[in-house]
């Protein structure tokens, strides 16, 4: 966890997984790099949220995966979920309702979050029946904001088309997807 900037309540927090990704969003608005994962992200934005000053809002930006062929550019998800928990058996182990999709806005595409970098085709292909992008943190990220009653918002820029050859593909475009981001953030929130 680390954080750049003073988190003030009338300015959006930046969140970003890695160095790579917030490599040009420069000094205007806080930015808190989280590192990789739904436990990083979650607990880097907890610990911050429970130990300072709140800020108006939460912006995650990051890379994301295409789970369909053709998806590019940058997305704002209009919902998220979590695919690598078996939510239906511990639903039905437990007698009780998990945490299901959390509804971000009106439009947008649908994000699936879990602990895993999707590198295989047929993942993707699976993963493709519920969402059309792919990530490691958004859900946790959306958790954390809802529960601090802090509204949240998810930017994604898609890096590789998640499958076979995505390790690669986020290794290549990871810098320019950062100057895109970063261009979003400059745009969209000034």
Not at 21 to 50: H, I, Q, R, S, W
Request: proline share 7%.
């Amino acid at each position: 966890m680390h954080l750049t900037g003073t988190v003030t309540p009338d300015r959006p927090l930046l969140v970003v997984a890695l160095p790579e990704e917030a490599a040009y969003l420069g000094d205007g608005l806080p930015v808190l790099l989280t590192g990789m994962g739904k436990l990083n992200a979650a607990a880097a934005l907890a610990t911050l949220l429970a130990s300072g000053p709140r800020p108006a809002g939460v912006v995650n930006l990051g890379t994301a995966g295409a789970l369909r062929p053709g998806l590019g550019g940058t997305h704002e998800v209009g919902r998220v979920l979590q695919h690598d928990l078996d939510t239906p058996l511990l639903e039905q182990l437990t007698g009780r309702p998990l945490d299901g999709p959390i509804d971000l806005g009106p439009a947008g595409p649908v994000l699936a979050t879990g602990d895993r970098f999707v590198s295989a085709d047929a993942e993707r292909d699976a993963l493709a029946r519920r969402a059309d992008l792919v990530d490691m943190e958004g859900y946790a990220l959306a958790t954390v904001a809802r529960r601090a009653q802090l509204p949240v918002r998810l930017v994604k820029h898609v890096s590789d088309e998640a499958g076979d050859d995505a390790a690669r593909s986020w290794r290549e475009s990871v810098d320019d997807c950062a100057r895109l981001l970063a261009d979003w953030a400059r745009t969209h929130l000034g």
